[in-house]
Structures are given as structure tokens and as C-alpha cells.
Nanobody, 123 residues
């Protein structure tokens, strides 16, 4: 089973940018579609972005389209989330996850989750 560790979170002003990192170990991530979820206080965990095994296809939640980009480097066993034009409503803990299913319009998370990294966007 793959182990995932997120980093890169922090506090930023609205309109700013952050880049999140997901480092995988234990198994190559090239076997999995990968994704990012987030959970704000008092809210359910929600899908943010997904990427196919070789990175040729991505899927983004409507709320982040045009602002966030997901990418991966299978050689380095890394997944990235570039977040631009951040808004206070993007404040959440962000989690990296493997997928059991991925298509152009659907992403189903698997069982390998990281512990998350906190992103706080100040207004």
C-alpha cells in the first residue's frame, strides 16, 4: 500500500498562491490515478482535483476551475496542486489520495490518504 505525505500548506492573503506537494512511498504511484480532496471546519470532505495515471487527463471541481492545476511526476513519485487566486473559501485541510476509479467526469477515492496539510486564506 502506498503511503502519502502532504506539505506546502500555510497562510496566504486572498489572491495569493500556494503549491501543495504529495510525496508517495512504499509503492509507485504510476499504478494509480491520484487526487486531492479538502475539508473545511464543519463541512464534509470534498473533491478538488484528480489526474490520470500518466497525467494526460485531469478533472477539477467547478469551484477551482481556472485557478487550480494538478500535476504529477511518476519518476519522483510526487503529485502537486498549484493553487492560484486563492479565496477565503479555499481554507481547508487538503488531502492527497489514490483513486479506485477515474474518468473524465468521475473520481472515486481509494484507501490511501495522507494526513493533510492546512491551507488558510485570509481576506
Amino acid at each position: 500500500q502506498v503511503q502519502l505525505v502532504e506539505s506546502g500548506g500555510g497562510m496566504v492573503q486572498a489572491g495569493g498562491s500556494l503549491r501543495l506537494y504529495c510525496a508517495a512511498s512504499g509503492r509507485t504511484i504510476s499504478d494509480y490515478p491520484m487526487g486531492w480532496f479538502r475539508q473545511a471546519p464543519g463541512k464534509a470532505r470534498e473533491f478538488v482535483a484528480g489526474i490520470s495515471t500518466r497525467g494526460q487527463s485531469t478533472l477539477l471541481a467547478e469551484s477551482v476551475k481556472g485557478r487550480f492545476t494538478i500535476s504529477r511526476d511518476n519518476v519522483k513519485n510526487m503529485v502537486y496542486l498549484q493553487m492560484n487566486s486563492l479565496k477565503p473559501e479555499d481554507t481547508a485541510v487538503y488531502y492527497c489520495v489514490t483513486a479506485t476509479f477515474y474518468s473524465g467526469d468521475d473520481f472515486r477515492p481509494g484507501h490511501s490518504w495522507g494526513r493533510g496539510t492546512q491551507v488558510t486564506v485570509a481576506s
